[in-house]
């Protein structure tokens, strides 16, 4: 039989499904009347979904798996001409068109809901440093985006110092804690490198929450100024326009740096590290120098956007550093693709953005999300764009040598 094996595979991929969904589906207990309900209808409908669903999917990847590789030459093309001008350049001017429009056709709702997504497009490119170059899994990565928080609301408070003052501030202190938190752990990969890196996000979120004389407990800090045009006082409104430009730069900033940095002798060094590390070591990389800067440089970015967070939120308090936002970043970073700066954006412009706009559906929204979410891993598992790899041919500018002559 033709689709025999498919047709067997999604048979016991339903039983599995109608086992698993039994207790939840079909079994009701009426504590009112004490009686068990038997809903045998629910069974029926997931089984046949799940085989159904199984079967499709087990004929879209015999058909995929049939089809004619792409060749080298051709994927190169397609990049080339992704890459030209022509293509790129009235995109981008679109972009910038929409950008600047942006703030004065929305609400202040709307405003404020771009304006968290451009600071989590900040955090995500920040990462992106550290897991999509690098190859460093870093699970505390919200430990620096505290810092650079707590540090302008500490030193606004204590000392009176404003924004534009703070905000390199910021971002020092959290590229001294990433070489903090980096320089004992430059011996760990993998999976032990992430559970020391969640560590040390927890254990500082736990020091804020508890040393009340310094951070103020679990009341956190309230009152923090936002910054400042010149001494021009500005309305609600105003300030969230005048945030929201603010962040359009330093992303625009932000992607011009690390656009610079990856193509540099650093950035190289990152890639060469991410792909096999004892390779990388004896082609005479230093190792624990290229993974200084990776944590010291995406703990730089974290530091800005949480300075820029508290600037907007005017309130902080630990709770919004929990494990939840550093899987949020990386989740943008790994769906967006490893390495990519593009798809990182529309990742987290995505995760933001997303769930916003789905409120009209209710208790579904998130499902809706999450399911999606899980549909684009199946369909795109390297992320929505993947960074094509580059090659690098020798070439004869000269003309070929003329043949020797051999005497007799």
């Known amino acids: 039989m033709k689709f ?37 209808i629910n069974l029926a409908v997931i089984g046949s ?106 030193l606004n408070y204590h000392f009176g110092l404003g924004f534009w003052t703070l905000l390199p501030v910021g971002a020092l202190l959290a590229a001294f804690f990433g070489i903090l938190v980096g320089f004992p752990v430059l011996r760990l990969r993998g999976d032990y490198l992430a559970i020391v890196t969640l560590a040390f996000a927890e254990i500082l979120r736990l020091v804020l929450e508890n040393w009340n004389a310094f951070s103020f407990g679990p009341s956190g800090i309230s009152n923090i100024p936002r910054p400042g045009f010149f001494g021009i006082d500005l309305t609600l409104e105003q300030s969230a326009v005048y945030m929201y430009f603010l962040l359009v730069a330093l992303c625009v900033l932000t992607i011009f740096v690390i656009h610079r940095i990856q193509h540099s002798r650093i950035g190289r060094a990152w890639v060469a590290l991410r792909e096999d590390e004892l390779a990388c ?53 790994v769906l967006g693709g ?25 208790d579904y929204r998130m499902i809706l999300f999450g399911a999606a979410l899980i549909l684009m891993m199946i369909f795109r598992p390297r992320g929505l764009i993947t960074p094509a790899g580059k090659t690098y041919e020798f070439r004869c500018s000269g003309k070929p040598a003329a043949p020797e002559k051999r005497l007799p």
């Open 49 to 154: 979904a799940a085989f159904v669903l199984s079967f499709l999917w087990q004929l879209y990847w015999r058909r995929k798996s049939a089809a004619a590789p792409v060749s080298v030459a051709q994927t190169s093309a397609l990049t080339r001409r992704m890459s030209d001008p022509k293509f790129y350049r009235p995109f981008l001017i679109v972009i910038a068109a929409l950008t600047l429009v942006f703030p004065f056709v929305a609400s202040h709702y709307q405003i404020n809901i771009m304006t968290t997504a451009l600071i989590y497009v900040m955090l995500g490119l920040g990462l992106n440093i550290e897991v999509g170059l690098a190859g460093l899994l870093d699970l505390g990565y919200v430990a620096f985006y505290a810092v650079g928080a707590y540090s302008y609301a500490l």
């Open 281 to 333: 070591q004896a082609m005479g990389i230093d190792k624990t120098r290229a993974k200084l800067a990776a944590f010291a440089l995406g703990a730089t970015w974290a530091g800005m956007a949480g300075v820029l967070f508290a600037a907007k939120t005017t309130f902080i308090n630990p709770a919004s550093f929990t494990f939840l936002e550093s899987a949020m970043i990386l989740a943008i970073v």
């Open 4 to 40: 025999f094996p498919e047709l067997k595979k999604s048979f016991v991929i339903a039983l599995w499904f109608m086992l698993l969904t039994f207790p939840v589906l079909v079994i009701r207990v009426n504590t009112i009347e004490n009686i068990v309900v038997w809903r045998w």
């Open 338 to 362: 490893m390495g990519s700066i593009v798809g990182v954006i529309i990742a987290a412009l995505a995760i933001i953005l997303l769930p916003e706009y789905l409120r009209v559906l209710g």
